[in-house]
């Protein structure tokens, strides 16, 4: 079946740092890949998203790459800020049916000024 | 805006009692969901309904049912809730297509005492 792996956190960085979370996946046909942000107290929104290999979504200075050959979608930031702190999902979408999403497990990043 | 309403924020409730959890969306999406989120398993999904009176079970259905008349509304029910149902409690809405987006409510924190 579908799945989605991540690096295990809590990830903790100094403000200015450059931020690398990664994000594997596993899944038949050609699956859409999303990153949601999660802020203390809040739902999930989504930051950003690729639906086709080679895409790149960006959104708020951060990236990531949808890489078919290595199934992976890393989200990268060159320079992180306090509020960035939040918890991070990688997600995917495949074809089919209502078009359910599979979670990774999240990963907390904590920015210390 | 995507508006996606949540009845309750924070619900404590005793072992035993029935709960219900409602969500309401204001965009006229097929798609609607009900996910659980705890620490170090990411969001699991409950069940989900692409249309009116329409429902599918997701990953972990036991212990729950749901319930849509209107295509606003999608609402969860714990028919004799168990301390193993203290989570919190996300709803998603969204349209069919592989690379759409899903949209996020605020989330429900319970706890079954």
């Known amino acids: 079946g579908n799945s989605v792996t991540q690096m295990e956190g809590p990830v903790t960085l100094s403000e200015e740092a450059f931020l690398t979370i990664n994000c594997t996946y596993t899944a038949t046909g050609y699956p859409s890949l999303f990153w949601y942000v999660q802020y203390p107290g809040e739902g999930l929104q989504l930051l950003l998203k690729a639906t086709k290999a080679d895409d790149k979504g960006s959104n708020k200075g951060f990236e990531a790459t949808y890489r078919k050959e290595t199934t992976s979608f890393h989200l990268e930031k060159g320079s992180v800020q306090v509020s960035d702190s939040a918890v991070y999902f990688c997600?995917?979408?495949?074809?089919?049916?209502?078009?359910?999403?599979?979670f990774g497990q999240g990963t907390r990043l904590t920015i210390n000024p | 805006d995507v508006k996606v309403t949540q009845s309750s924020r924070y619900l404590v409730k005793r072992t035993g009692e029935k709960v219900f959890l409602e969500c309401v969306q204001d965009?006229?999406?097929?798609?609607m969901f009900w996910y659980r989120q705890d620490p170090g398993l990411g969001l699991r999904l409950i069940y989900f309904s692409y249309d009116v009176k329409m429902k599918e079970k997701g990953d972990i259905p036991e212990g729950y049912s749901v319930s849509r008349e209107k295509k606003e509304r999608f609402s969860l029910i714990l028919e004799s809730a168990s301390t193993n149902q203290t989570s919190m409690y996300l709803c998603?809405?969204?349209?069919?297509?592989?690379?759409?987006?899903?949209?996020f409510g605020p989330g429900t924190r319970l706890t079954v005492l």
């Open positions: 997600a995917l979408k495949s074809g089919g049916g209502a078009q359910k999403l599979v």
């Open positions: 965009m006229d999406h097929e798609n």
């Open positions: 998603a809405i969204g349209l069919a297509g592989n690379g759409d987006t899903q949209y």
